[in-house]
Every structure is written in structure tokens, then in C-alpha cells.
């Protein structure tokens, strides 16, 4: 059974730096393009930043030079290092897998497997 959880959320203050974790089990990581997204209520699921098994990255304008991703698959773990986080970062943050052919990280619809999701909520 295909399972991701992430970790590392919860309440923060403008400008912290948490680091957010997704563990994939029931497939070989290795194989799989990994993302991550944030949503809001009543709005739609926003890309944030996905990682290829190849290593090729690619990031959503709005936190480039912000957050990191990386992987460790050894771990089975996508991480996401969010530095001088903003008010308007706060959304629960989910994590995707993927080992579609292509490259379309962007678009939920191009993932497999989702995670429950974990909430940020910067404060002020």
C-alpha cells in the first residue's frame, strides 16, 4: 500500500526557517518525481516545488530563493527548507509522488499518490 506522510508544520513566526519532511513507503522512491504544493480554503492546490529522480528541480516564483528541496532517497524522504517564511506562505502543504513519463511537476493532476497534508500558519 502506497503511503506519504509529511511532518514539520504547525504554528511559526514571520521569518522562521522549519523544514517540512515526506516519507513514501510502498514504492521505491528512487523511481519517483516528488512535489510539493500548498492550498488554502476555497482556493485550488498551488505548486510549490517538485524534484525529478534525475535531480532536475523546478520552483514556483513565488518562494524561488526562498525554499529548498532535496531528497534523500536512502530515506525515502523529500524535504522542503522554508526560509524567512511570510504571512501569505501560511496553507496546508502537501506532498506528491509521481513516475509519470514527462516532466509537468506543476499540474496536480500529473501526480499518483498524495499525502493527508500538513498545516503552516505564519504569524505576525
Known amino acids: 500500500q502506497v503511503q506519504l506522510v509529511e511532518s514539520g508544520g504547525g504554528l511559526v513566526q514571520a521569518g522562521a526557517s522549519p523544514r517540512l519532511s515526506c516519507v513514501l513507503s510502498?514504492?521505491?522512491?528512487?523511481?519517483?518525481?516528488m512535489g510539493w504544493f500548498r492550498q488554502t480554503p476555497g482556493k485550488d492546490r498551488q505548486f510549490v516545488a517538485a524534484?525529478?529522480?534525475?535531480?532536475?528541480?523546478q520552483y514556483a516564483d513565488s518562494v524561488k530563493g526562498r525554499f529548498t528541496i532535496s531528497r534523500d532517497n536512502a530515506k525515502s524522504t523529500v524535504y522542503l527548507q522554508m526560509n524567512n517564511l511570510k504571512p501569505e506562505d501560511t496553507a496546508n502543504y502537501y506532498c506528491?509522488?509521481?513516475?509519470?513519463?514527462?516532466?509537468?511537476?506543476?499540474?496536480?493532476?500529473?501526480?499518483?499518490?498524495w499525502g493527508p497534508g500538513t498545516q503552516v500558519t505564519v504569524s505576525t
Open positions: 510502498g514504492r521505491t522512491f528512487s523511481y519517483y518525481a
Open positions: 524534484i525529478k529522480w534525475t535531480g532536475d528541480i
Open positions: 506528491g509522488a509521481s513516475n509519470r513519463q514527462g516532466w509537468s511537476p506543476s499540474y496536480p493532476s500529473w501526480y499518483l499518490y
